[in-house]
């Protein structure tokens, strides 16, 4: 394993990066940054875009003294498709590849020749017959984007994963008395469920509200500038009693989709596990922050809310200053790819 490996999460609003030295266990923080993401950004075709975003990353990891290091980049849930299949029977490793392939099919709509499939034994158990797997089948058009812009950068990355692995690593671990947990990871484009038992991810779900969408609701809704409709969403958010209600009633409909989402996550996740009930939710990523969501949240799912400590499980120096940590929730992905071993 090398002596020092950084986790680039490039988001639609902004570009982490975090360096951590794998010389000592837990690996320890050696520097964290971030910068904004070039519009168009990945959504772009172009070379000309991409190359912009190359450069972005190029110049983060200089600022962080970072280019000798291995890099770890992560997929945007949107982008792929994941599955858990816990309906197998016992089955031999290669068996197993077999039938994944063929039950991928179910749930990725492209043709086979256009994924890679990638997947984890969760659990296998002859005496029960049964066979558990976490699947991901990640575009190779989209790969190749993202190893583009890499190279643009000149980075070559060491690993590949998902947003919801890594922010499962970062927030979780390999904790074995963790509970059960349902983490929320609100993004600027999207927002990422997982449900996680014993490090391991059960379920998923992704739905295309973030940040970005309650911005625009305020700025159409209050017929404010998206930058003054930004700031007053993460002023008054979901405080009902600031401005007479007035950002609080606007988001509320989107709040309630999320809420929904998580509800319905956690039903589907109870009736596949009932004996392994969620005992709490964990808030990650830049929207975790808005003022209010965790009392909405309690109020609508009655469970524990915590906000996410990216750095719970990785080392710091003494001279790091707490100011200097605090409101990085949005660095989840970013440590998660980082803490990354071979």
Known sequence: MADFVTG????????????????????????????ATPQPGMVSETDMDLEVVGHAIKNLMVSLKASNSLVVVS??????????INDFPYLSDDELASSIHYSAEEFVPLPSDEVN??????????ERNNTTVFVVASPKN???KYLKVLEMAKLKPIAIETDLVAVTRALVGSNPFAPTTLIIQLGASSTDLAV?????????????????ALTRVISQYLNFEPQQAEEYKKV????????????????????????????????????????????????????????????YLATNLGLEIQEADPWAYVGKDKSLQVRQLANTMQYAVAVGLAMYEE
Request: proline share 5%.
């Open 8 to 35: 680039i999460d490039i988001g639609s609003s902004s570009i982490k990066a975090v360096v951590l030295s794998h010389r000592e266990k837990p690996p320890k923080l050696i520097a964290f940054g971030a910068v």
């Open 75 to 84: 997929l945007p849930e949107s982008k792929i498709f994941t599955r858990v």
């Open 117 to 126: 499939l990638y997947w984890q034994i969760i659990n296998r158990s002859k």
């Open 142 to 144: 989209s790969v190749a």
């Open 196 to 212: 996680v038992s014993k490090s391991l991810i059960l379920l998923t779900r992704s739905i295309g509200t973030g940040g970005l």
């Open 236 to 295: 008054y958010g979901l405080l009902e009693d600031q401005l007479g209600g007035k950002i609080y009633q606007t988001l509320k409909p989107l709040a309630e989709v999320i809420v929904s989402e998580a509800r319905r996550v956690m039903q589907a996740f109870q009736t596949k596990y009932p004996q392994n009930p969620i005992k709490r939710v964990v808030l990650a990523g830049g929207g975790a922050k808005l003022p209010g969501l965790v009392i």
